[in-house]
């Protein structure tokens, strides 16, 4: 519905359906939307809530309880973000999925990282960059705690 670059794609849980995630519009406008897709009718559903923080970069992870982690990016202004967004797609995602700020952060701000949920529920992020051509050679170990 909205036309978008340098957004995430997550498939949501068990449904079959993804969720997409932020990025930037034709104009370079930082979003915060997201909308969920249906692959087996090609139909995207722009999602109710939206989130905290306009992002663009961000890496997105789901775990097995079916949250996703929308972590790090890139904000307003090409600020770099440490923070972490959840989103937790209740009974009917278009209408009751919801994004809170997660309690804590990343230790260091980050875009177009990776990220690789672990056997033990942590997230192992890696890399990415916090300036123009300032690649990090960092990674750290993130818990959700849900």
């Given at each position: 519905n909205t ?7 997550t498939?949501?849980g068990?449904s079959?359906?993804?969720?997409i995630v ?7 406008n ?22 905290n923080t306009p992002?663009f970069?961000h890496?997105a992870?789901?775990t097995p ?7 790090g990016g890139s904000g ?11 989103f937790?797609?209740?009974q009917?995602p278009a209408i009751t999925?919801t994004f809170t700020?997660a309690s804590?952060?990343l230790a ?6 990776a990220?690789e949920?672990?056997?033990?529920g ?14 990090i050679p ?5 818990s959700?705690g849900?």
């Amino acid at each position: 519905n909205t036309p978008r670059a340098l957004h995430s794609a997550t498939k949501l849980g068990g449904s079959g359906l993804i969720l997409i995630v932020g990025g930037v519009d034709q104009n370079g406008n930082v979003l915060a939307s997201a909308e969920l897709c249906d692959p087996a009718t090609g139909v995207f559903t722009t999602i109710a809530g939206a989130l905290n923080t306009p992002r663009f970069g961000h890496v997105a992870v789901a775990t097995p309880g079916g949250a996703i982690f929308i972590i790090g990016g890139s904000g307003a202004a090409d600020a770099f973000l440490a923070s972490v967004e959840i989103f937790q797609p209740g009974q009917n995602p278009a209408i009751t999925g919801t994004f809170t700020m997660a309690s804590t952060g990343l230790a260091s701000a980050r875009v177009s990282a990776a990220a690789e949920l672990q056997a033990d529920g942590k997230i192992l992020i890696t890399g990415g960059a916090t300036g123009i051509a300032a690649a990090i050679p960092l990674s750290e170990v993130y818990s959700p705690g849900i």
